[in-house]
C-alpha cells in the first residue's frame, strides 16, 4: 500500500524532540528520513534513560526508539570539509532538510539555506528554533518551559493564586514545533509543485506555542482593556468554564462542566 509521502526524501539533522517528531510524522506517512548526526555523541536523545534491554548501547533509548522509528542514520563531521561536500551531495538528491542549530550555526559552517540553494533550489529548507531566525531573542537558548513561561501559559496554569505548574508534556515543543514545521514542510511542497522553488521555513516554537492561546489571549485582551482584569491561574478553570473541583469515583476522577449552551 502506497503511502502519501513516499515520494519525499527528508535530511534530518536536527537532535532531540522537536525535529525528531517532526521527522517521524514525515516517515510514518511515507517519507524516506535519514537522521544525519554528529561524529560524536550524535543525537543526544540516545543516551537517555530509561533503556531497552537487549538493544544496542548507542540505540537502547526508549525515547529514542520512540522517536526514530522507520528512519536510518548516517555520522558526518561537518567541522570537516569532507563531512561538508557529502552533505552537500545528498541534499542534491532529497526534498526536505530540517534542522535545530541556533540561528547562523549551518551559515557559518558553509553549510546553510542559501549554500544549499544553490545545490538544489527545490530543496525545502526547515529550520526549528526557540525564537525564530531574526528578533532579539533570536540567539538565545532556551527548553520547552522558557517558551511557555514567556508567552504566558505557565501563568495560567496551576491553582489560583499559587505557583505555575509545568505540564506533564511538552506543549511548545511539540504543539509550536514539531506540528508546526511539518505543516509548514508539506506547505512549502505543495508550493514547490507551482512555483518549482524549494524554499526556507522558519518554526520558532516560542512563536508557535502562542498560536495555540488564541482564544484565550483574545478573550483577556477584552477584559483587560474593559475591566483591568489580569490574567491569572484559574486552577481548573479553563476560558468558557469556572474553576470545578475534581469528583473521584471508583473508575478514577472526572470534571462536570457547563462549556456551551444546546443546539
Not at 504566558?152 to 496554569?157: K, R, S
Request: glycine fraction near 12%.
Amino acid at each position: 500500500m502506497s503511502k502519501p509521502l513516499g515520494n519525499i526524501r527528508v535530511l534530518d539533522l536536527s537532535r532531540l524532540l522537536p525535529g525528531g517528531f517532526c521527522s517521524l510524522m514525515l516517515a510514518d506517512f511515507g517519507a524516506e528520513v535519514l537522521k544525519v548526526e554528529d561524529t560524536g555523541m550524535g543525537d543526544y536523545i540516545r543516551w537517555s534513560p530509561p533503556y531497552y534491554e537487549g538493544a544496542e548501547d548507542s540505540a537502547k533509548s526508549a525515547l529514542y526508539l520512540a522517536l526514530n522509528r522507520g528512519k536510518r542514520s548516517i555520522r558526518l563531521n561537518l567541522k570537516e570539509e569532507r563531512g561538508r561536500e557529502v552533505l552537500l551531495k545528498l541534499v542534491r538528491e532529497y526534498d526536505v532538510l530540517l534542522e535545530s542549530f541556533r540561528p547562523g550555526v549551518l551559515d557559518r559552517l558553509g553549510v546553510g539555506y542559501e549554500r544549499l540553494r544553490e545545490e538544489n533550489p527545490r530543496l525545502v529548507y526547515c529550520a526549528i528554533t526557540g525564537y525564530g531566525q531574526d528578533g532579539p531573542y533570536r540567539d538565545r537558548s532556551g527548553h520547552d518551559m522558557n517558551y511557555l513561561g514567556l508567552i504566558g501559559l505557565l501563568g495560567l496554569t496551576g491553582e489560583k493564586d499559587g505557583p505555575p505548574i509545568q505540564a506533564g508534556g511538552q506543549i511548545a515543543d511539540i504543539g509550536g514545533g514539531a506540528l508546526m514545521g511539518a505543516f509548514g514542510i508539506m506547505a512549502a511542497l505543495h508550493e514547490r509543485e507551482r512555483s518549482g522553488e524549494g524554499q526556507l521555513v522558519d518554526v520558532s516554537m516560542a512563536d508557535g506555542a502562542l498560536s495555540w492561546l488564541a482564544l484565550q489571549h483574545s478573550a483577556d485582551l477584552i477584559r483587560w482593556t474593559t475591566l483591568k482584569y489580569v490574567p491569572a491561574a484559574a486552577g481548573t478553570g479553563r476560558l468558557f468554564c469556572e474553576d470545578t473541583p475534581a469528583h473521584s469515583s471508583r473508575r478514577g476522577f472526572y470534571w462536570l462542566n457547563w462549556l456551551a449552551p444546546a443546539p
